[in-house]
C-alpha cells in the first residue's frame, strides 16, 4: 500500500467517527443514550468498541504500514545510494571515457595530420622518384648514345692509328730515300735549286757596271742566286721597262750580261733594276 492510500485509509476512519459522534448526537435528543450505548448488539458501547478496536486495527495497520513504507523508503534510499553511487561512477567513467574520447580525437588529430604530413611527403618521393627515374632514363640515353660514339671514335681512332702507322713508315721510307737521293745528288755534285727547264730562279738584282763600248753590264746576282749563263734578265728604271740582257759569265755574287739592243728602249744605267725573266 502507498502513502496515500494510507492517509485516504486514515481519513476515512476519521470522517466515520465524525459522522458516528453526530448521529449520536442526534439521537441522543429522542433516544435513551443508555440503552443504545448499553445495548450489546446495537449500542453505542458496543459500536465504541468496535470502532476503538477497528480504530486500534487500523492503528496497526497503520503502523505496519509504516514501518512497510519506512523499510520501503529505507530500501529506496538504499537503493537510490545505490544508484546514486552507481551514477557517480557510470559519471566518473563516463568523464574517464570522455577523457579518453579527447585523447582519442587528440591522437586522431595528430594521427591525420601526420597522415596528411605522410602523404605530403610521399607525394614529394613519388615526385622526386619520377624525375630521378627521367633523369637515370635521360642519363642512360646519354650513356648510350657516348658509348656508340666512343665506340665510333675507337674505330675512327683505330683507322687513324693504323693510317698513322701507314703513313709514319712511308714517312720513314721517304726520309731514307731523301736521305739517299742527296748522297747521289752530292756525290754528283747537282744543284737541287736549278730549274729543271733551265729557266732561270725568280731573282731580283741592280745594275752595278755599265760597259758602253762593249755593250755589256755587271749586275748583283750571280752563280749562288742561280744563273747561269745564257739566262735573260729583263732591266726596268722605276718601274718602267729599260732592256733585256743576256748573262755571259757568272761568278758566286755577281754576273757579266750582254745588253740586247733589239730589246733596248733607252740606255741602261748604273742602279737600274734587274729581274729574271722567262
Do not use: C
Request: hydrophobic fraction near 35%.
Amino acid at each position: 500500500m502507498t502513502l496515500l492510500g494510507k492517509f485516504l485509509s486514515v481519513f476515512i476512519f476519521i470522517m466515520s467517527v465524525a459522522f458516528m459522534v453526530l448521529s449520536l448526537a442526534v439521537n441522543a435528543s429522542h433516544r435513551n443514550w443508555r440503552t443504545e450505548v448499553m445495548d450489546p448488539n446495537t449500542g453505542l458501547k458496543k459500536r465504541v468498541e468496535d470502532i476503538t478496536r477497528t480504530n486500534r486495527q487500523l492503528t496497526d495497520d497503520r503502523q505496519r504500514t509504516q514501518a512497510a513504507l519506512d523499510r520501503e523508503q529505507a530500501a529506496r534510499r538504499t537503493a537510490l545510494a545505490a544508484l546514486q553511487t552507481q551514477l557517480d561512477q557510470m559519471e566518473q567513467v563516463l568523464r574517464a571515457r570522455e577523457s579518453e574520447v579527447q585523447q582519442l580525437e587528440a591522437r586522431s588529430t595528430e594521427l591525420s595530420q601526420l597522415d596528411r604530413s605522410r602523404a605530403e611527403e610521399l607525394q614529394r618521393l613519388t615526385e622526386e622518384t619520377r624525375k630521378l627515374r627521367d633523369q637515370i632514363r635521360t642519363e642512360q640515353e646519354d650513356r648510350d648514345s657516348l658509348f656508340a660514339e666512343t665506340l665510333k671514335m675507337t674505330d675512327e681512332m683505330n683507322q687513324l692509328r693504323g693510317t698513322l702507322q701507314g703513313q709514319t713508315e712511308r714517312n720513314e721510307q721517304l726520309a731514307s730515300q731523301l736521305s739517299r737521293y742527296r748522297e747521289v745528288v752530292d756525290m754528283k755534285g747537282i744543284d737541287v735549286n736549278e730549274p729543271l727547264d733551265g729557266a732561270p730562279p725568280e731573282r731580283r738584282g741592280t745594275v752595278l757596271v755599265v760597259n758602253r763600248p762593249l755593250d755589256m753590264i755587271e749586275v748583283s746576282i750571280g752563280y749562288d742566286d742561280g744563273l747561269r749563263d745564257g739566262h735573260l734578265l729583263d732591266v726596268t728604271r722605276s718601274g718602267r721597262y729599260v732592256g733585256r740582257v743576256r748573262i755571259r759569265r757568272t761568278e758566286p755574287n755577281r754576273s757579266v750580261a750582254e745588253i740586247l739592243r733589239d730589246y733596248n728602249q733607252s740606255p741602261i744605267q748604273e742602279g737600274d733594276r734587274v729581274d729574271t725573266t722567262f
